[in-house]
Structure formats: C-alpha cells, structure tokens
C-alpha cells in the first residue's frame, strides 16, 4: 500500500529534515520535487545548500508550477512509480499567486486530484500558517488563507500528517513513530 504523508510546522522547524529521513526509510527510489526559485543570491545559496545535503543517487524535479503534471508524469510511467519528496508547497503557493488567477486555479486543482492518485509514495512539505504574524496587506492574508485552505485539503488526503516542532516529530494523523 502507498502512503500519502505531510509534513507541516514552522519555519525552521526540522519540516525538511523529517520529510528527508522519511524518504530515505522508504527505499532507493526518490525523487525530489522542488518548487524554490533562486530570485535573490540569500535564495541560491539556500537551493545549493539543499542540493549538496540531498543523496547523489536521488532524483531531482525542479518545477515552481505544474506539480500536478509533474505527479501526473510519473504516474503514467511504465516502471513502479517513485517516491516523491515535494518541497515546499509554501513556495510552491506564493509562485502560483503571482502566476495569476486562472494559473492558481487551474494547477491547485490538478495538483489535489494526482495528489489523490499517485499510486506511490509521497512525503509533502508545508508550511503551517498561524503560528507566526499576518501581515496587513491583502497579498499576504490571502496567502496565508489559501495556505490554510491547501494544508486542509492535503491533510485530507495525506494518509499520515505529521508537525514538525524544534526539529521533533508530533504524529497528528495515522500511526505514532515507532
């Protein structure tokens, strides 16, 4: 049986490094799907950062947009479907709103319905909004609703959701780590 996990908590948590370890529990055959742009040299270093600490022999997707294509891609594949390591649906998010309306709705759709059919594992990194300020601005309120608003759906659909707190696990769907 697949198992759909997400992996939420603050920034800097440990969200990154649990969803790692999980993906390296469930076998060799992982790719990482990123959804960072370097935008500025501080967000290049992070990217590079992630690379070198990454496993040589995982795979790598880079796609600030279309990840339901990315999972629809693997899916019709002929060969056992990879486990997928998605990271970070935060940034993921804040491309889309800036992609425009009808990019946002179209790709949040198609995401949510291969999330639910990817017949492999995968391991979903987020952001929980909440725990920190809400800015005054209409931008950022309304991306820490749809934020929300995603987080719900993949919890939804996510066999496992686990928050990651000062780099520790908290189970709060499916079963406690061993």
């Not at 055959?29 to 040589?56: C, K, N, Q, S, W």
């Not at 931008?139 to 066999?159: H, I, K, P, S, V």
């Amino acid at each position: 049986m697949c198992k759909k996990v997400l992996i939420t908590g603050g920034i800097r948590s440990g969200k990154t490094g649990l969803a790692e370890q999980r993906a390296m529990q469930a076998g060799p055959a992982v790719f990482y799907v990123a959804t960072a742009t370097a935008g500025d040299d501080e967000m290049a270093a992070r990217i590079e950062r992630h690379r070198r600490l990454r496993p040589d022999d995982w795979g790598l997707v880079e796609e600030p947009l279309r990840l339901g294509e990315v999972l629809s891609d693997f899916r019709k594949q002929p060969c056992e479907p990879p486990l997928l390591l998605i990271d970070c649906m935060s940034l993921w998010l804040s491309n889309l709103l800036f992609a425009g309306g009808e990019v946002f709705s179209e790709e949040k759709a198609l995401f949510l319905r291969e999330v639910s059919d990817y017949p492999g594992d995968l391991v979903v990194v987020t952001n929980e909004v909440g725990l920190g300020t809400i800015g005054m601005d209409a931008l950022t309120r309304r991306f820490a609703d749809e934020l929300g608003w995603m987080n719900q759906a993949l919890a939804e659909r996510c066999d496992e959701v686990v928050m990651s707190v000062a780099g520790l696990p908290l189970t709060l769907k499916g079963p406690a780590p061993a």
